[in-house]
């Protein structure tokens, strides 16, 4: 019994945990762009924001959130294709000059990744965790309907990217709304596959996210893009 309740208060931790990262990326987001912070805010959030997961990861020896740090940036590396896709081929994506790049992306795109997949991720395991997974899945991809956008909005504001040549919300093309909600609908299969097994299966998995990012858009692209 004791052990149980010592379960339940260490995962009350990690649910507050991340929650508040989730709130603190989208608040200095929201910052960045009132403010026009330029790149650099987004450097130092996307690398921020991982290592403060990372080093509660460590410091609680949480190993859920480790093996999602893995899955994260497994998932962001690969998504580097999908970049790259959306700069060369659909001339639609532009990315702010003068700022260190990694292929097509800015340095710090794979880092920023990973924590909204972590983020967003972590939020549909937790309804599956107390839903079908159907519903989970239909949940999520709804927040990544929602929240994933905002990011996009605000990027233009604060000189992080911007599009062109496609129709749009706000700053946010019709195209990368529908690709986001297909990006975070698988999440809550992988993060539950992720908790239940071992650390053999957060790079595959992650891999697989990554390219399944790149395919979303693609699909996206030629429904509403």
Not at 92 to 110: D, F, K
Not at 173 to 195: D, M, Q, R, T
Request: charged content about 15%.
């Amino acid at each position: 019994m004791l052990h149980h309740r010592l379960i339940i208060r260490f995962r009350d931790k990690e649910v507050k945990f991340v929650l508040f990262t989730l709130f603190l990326t989208v608040t200095v987001a929201a910052l960045s762009a009132a403010f026009e912070l330029t790149w650099r805010s987004a450097f130092v959030l996307a690398f921020g924001m991982y290592f403060l997961l990372g080093w509660f990861a460590f410091k609680q020896n949480d190993i859920f959130l480790k093996k999602l740090l893995v899955f994260g940036i497994a998932a962001g590396i690969t998504e580097l294709l999908a970049d790259c896709w959306l700069v060369q081929s659909t001339g639609t994506l532009i990315y702010a000059n003068n700022e260190p790049m990694v292929a097509c992306s800015p340095l710090y795109m794979p880092f920023a990744w990973a924590v909204l997949l972590i983020q967003i991720g972590y939020l549909g395991w937790l309804i599956s965790r107390k839903e079908k997974m159907w519903v989970s899945i239909v949940l999520t991809t709804f927040l990544g309907f929602a929240v994933i956008p905002l990011f996009e909005h605000w990027a233009k504001g604060a000189g992080w990217w911007y599009y062109v040549n496609t129709k749009m919300v706000l700053n946010t093309p019709y195209y990368i709304i529908l690709a986001e909600g297909l990006i975070c609908s698988v999440l809550p299969f992988f993060f539950k596959n992720i908790h239940k097994k071992d650390y053999k299966w957060q790079l595959p998995l992650g891999i697989i996210e990554g390219l399944w990012i790149w395919a979303a858009y693609f699909i996206a692209f030629k429904l509403v893009g």
